[in-house]
């Protein structure tokens, strides 16, 4: 798709394959039929660049046709770059302006309280992204409200757009950090399907407070060329490099 687009994040998506195919495949109540059902549960992409690997799990679970990947960043589009909420059914929220997500998230949260409605709601946000202080705002009123109702996932894959996360603003410790903001805390391989479903069934018991989910994860997981490669922040791989990375993950011989 990006290859195709000329522009995009190939990388951001990678890492996130595991948990997106186990949230569309496995966790989410949803209805691609019925987008607007509403028992269903609520997922927000906070990390909006990330939207090619969305949108694949979209199309794969029948909100629109697989063919419709290759317009991703075309002009009149639905599949623009970062996720918009009039554009597809199915996209929860417009994302894109980092450090969002997580206050959206906690609104619709509260909002099932309101309406008698069961659902559970799922935010995905880079470690990058959690610089933004709106995030721990975020953070501390979930806590302090019990919202239990509310899983966040950190894609903790130790990249963001201008190098390493450690270089640019430390957030270690991230596990401690957020145990002391009052949230529960699952640490878990990003890119093990088995630790991630286990993950989101332990935060559906958890009872009296938000559950984060840290997942380590590798940027550009499966393909040589990306992997850890901080040069490669939305960047998108040339013909050639695509075709190098296609046989690389259908191969199975990176990780």
Same mark, same amino acid.
């Given at each position: 798709?990006?290859?195709?687009?000329?522009?995009?994040?190939?990388?951001?998506?990678?890492?996130?394959?595991?948990?997106?195919?186990?949230?569309?495949?496995?966790?989410?109540?949803?209805?691609?039929?019925?987008?607007?059902?509403?028992?269903? $549960?609520?997922?927000?992409?906070?990390?909006?660049?990330?939207?090619?690997?969305?949108?694949?799990?979209?199309?794969?679970?029948?909100?629109?046709?697989?063919?419709?990947?290759?317009?991703?960043?075309?002009? $009149?589009?639905?599949?623009?770059?970062?996720?918009?909420?009039?554009?597809?059914?199915?996209?929860?929220?417009?994302?894109?302006?980092?450090?969002?997500?997580?206050?959206?998230? /906690?609104?619709?949260?509260?909002?099932?309280?309101? $309406?008698?409605?069961?659902?559970?709601?799922?935010?995905?946000?880079?470690?990058?992204?959690? $610089?933004?202080?709106?995030?721990?705002?975020?953070?501390?009123?979930?806590a302090h409200h019990k919202i239990d109702n509310l899983t966040a996932i950190v894609d903790r894959n130790g990249q963001q757009q201008d190098g390493w996360v450690k270089d640019i603003l430390n957030t270690e410790p991230l596990i401690e950090k957020w145990r002391s903001f009052g949230w529960h805390v699952i640490d878990i391989n990003g890119h093990d399907l088995q630790q991630v479903l286990k993950a989101f069934e332990e935060s559906r018991a958890i009872k009296g407070q938000?559950?984060? /989910?840290?997942?380590?994860?590798?940027?550009?997981?499966?393909?040589? /060329?990306?992997?850890?490669?901080?040069?490669?922040?939305?960047?998108?791989?040339?013909?050639?490099?695509?075709?190098?990375?296609?046989?690389?993950?259908?191969?199975?011989? /990176?990780?």
């Amino acid at each position: 798709m990006t290859t195709a687009a000329g522009s995009g994040h190939p990388s951001t998506s990678l890492s996130a394959v595991e948990i997106m195919t186990a949230l569309f495949f496995n966790v989410l109540r949803h209805d691609p039929s019925n987008p607007n059902w509403p028992e269903r $549960d609520r997922f927000i992409l906070s990390k909006g660049h990330g939207a090619p690997v969305l949108y694949s799990v979209m199309a794969r679970s029948g909100y629109f046709p697989p063919e419709q990947l290759m317009t991703l960043r075309k002009l $009149d589009s639905p599949l623009q770059g970062h996720p918009e909420r009039q554009r597809v059914g199915g996209v929860e929220a417009s994302t894109g302006s980092l450090g969002q997500g997580l206050s959206i998230g /906690i609104g619709m949260a509260l909002s099932a309280g309101v $309406d008698h409605k069961n659902y559970r709601v799922y935010v995905l946000t880079g470690d990058g992204e959690i $610089d933004e202080g709106q995030v721990w705002e975020a953070a501390m009123f979930a806590a302090h409200h019990k919202i239990d109702n509310l899983t966040a996932i950190v894609d903790r894959n130790g990249q963001q757009q201008d190098g390493w996360v450690k270089d640019i603003l430390n957030t270690e410790p991230l596990i401690e950090k957020w145990r002391s903001f009052g949230w529960h805390v699952i640490d878990i391989n990003g890119h093990d399907l088995q630790q991630v479903l286990k993950a989101f069934e332990e935060s559906r018991a958890i009872k009296g407070q938000p559950t984060v /989910i840290i997942a380590r994860t590798v940027k550009g997981k499966g393909v040589s /060329i990306l992997e850890n490669n901080t040069n490669f922040h939305g960047v998108p791989l040339t013909p050639e490099q695509m075709e190098q990375a296609l046989k690389e993950l259908e191969q199975g011989v /990176i990780g």
